[in-house]
């Protein structure tokens, strides 16, 4: 038989052992943390955010996939399509409904639906788009949160950047947006795609200022007319080469040619029909230089 202090030490033992474990254990039960996206690489850092090359062919295939020409670098798909393997930018619809998803937003977000006197205010150029409600900081966190799970969604498919569209929705919002609400969102949805290693897209709206453009943090530019409209000028002096320029059939080809002459050596230019329809299908045009 064991001396009596000889158990006792044993008990003693057994019971600092038990408590240290229930102390750093744990609970099999216990939820795990929810992850939405991997955001981060094995170092604990963001991954690199990297922008398109410049100068480098590119084709803008929003309405509809189809392969690349020879020789395409980089390329813009919707957020449903499936990215190439070039520099693949994935295009959001993310101030105004997509088409075809209004009743989505109906039915899971109405509040986030803007309206006028109780009825939805619509895109005037493209009336089965309704504009999204930036009007509040609320508002703000929640589509950035709707929005957010695209993003990653994007950077997942293994697109490398990012083109939200839309930004100067509040120009056709009848005064209800404001310009600030809206790079707000901008600025939320940056921090979301640089955390996912998605380089963002300032689309459009050429009356941002620099400093403007410095805090919501957008890495390149895609303009759309910009020789129409005279504001190439503006996308140079905010992203100096890191510019998609895209220019349409309805403006004529002349005006496209003098773009290749005055800046195909430095940023990529993109000619294509309005549509944007894809290769082999009637009205298709695309040229690049």
């Known amino acids: 038989m064991q001396p009596r202090w000889v158990r006792w030490t044993v008990i003693v033992l057994a019971a600092l052992l038990a ?3 229930a102390l ?3 609970p099999s039960d216990a939820a795990p943390p929810e992850v ?3 955001r981060a690489g094995a170092s604990g850092t963001a991954p690199r955010v990297v922008r398109p090359p ?15 020409a020879a020789g395409v670098r980089v390329v813009v798909r919707d957020r449903r399509a499936r990215p190439t393997g070039r520099y693949d930018v994935c295009y959001v619809n993310a101030f105004q409904t997509q088409p075809g998803e209004l009743r989505w937003w109906r039915s ?7 309206r006028r006197a109780g009825k939805l205010v619509r895109d005037p150029g493209w009336p089965d788009e ?3 409600d930036t009007s509040t900081a609320a508002k703000r966190r929640s589509l950035a949160a709707v929005l957010g799970r695209w993003v990653s969604g994007c950077a997942h498919a293994g697109f490398d950047g990012l083109e939200p569209d839309n930004l100067d929705s509040w120009q056709r919002s009848r005064h209800r947006l404001t310009r600030t ?4 969102l901008a600025r939320r949805l940056v921090a979301r795609a640089h955390e996912d290693g998605l380089a963002v897209a300032q689309k459009n709206t050429a009356e941002l200022t620099s400093v403007e453009v410095a805090r919501v943090g957008f890495d390149f530019a895609v303009a759309e007319d910009c020789a129409v409209y005279a504001e190439c000028g503006s996308y140079a002096r905010l992203y100096g080469d890191h510019v998609l320029e895209i220019e349409y059939v309805d403006s004529g080809r002349p005006r496209f040619d003098r773009a290749c002459a005055a800046r195909g050596d430095r ?11 894809p290769a082999g299908q009637r009205g298709h045009v695309r040229a690049a230089c």
């Open 181 to 184: 609400d809206n790079l707000d």
């Open 108 to 114: 899971q977000h109405p509040a986030l639906l803007l």
């Open 267 to 277: 940023w990529s230019i993109v000619y294509r029909d309005r549509d944007l329809v």
């Open 24 to 26: 750093y254990a744990v």
């Open 19 to 21: 408590l240290s474990l």
């Open 130 to 132: 309704v504009l999204l």
């Open 36 to 38: 939405t996206a991997p």
């Open 54 to 68: 410049v100068d480098a062919p590119a084709d803008y295939q929003l309405g509809g996939a189809y392969p690349p």
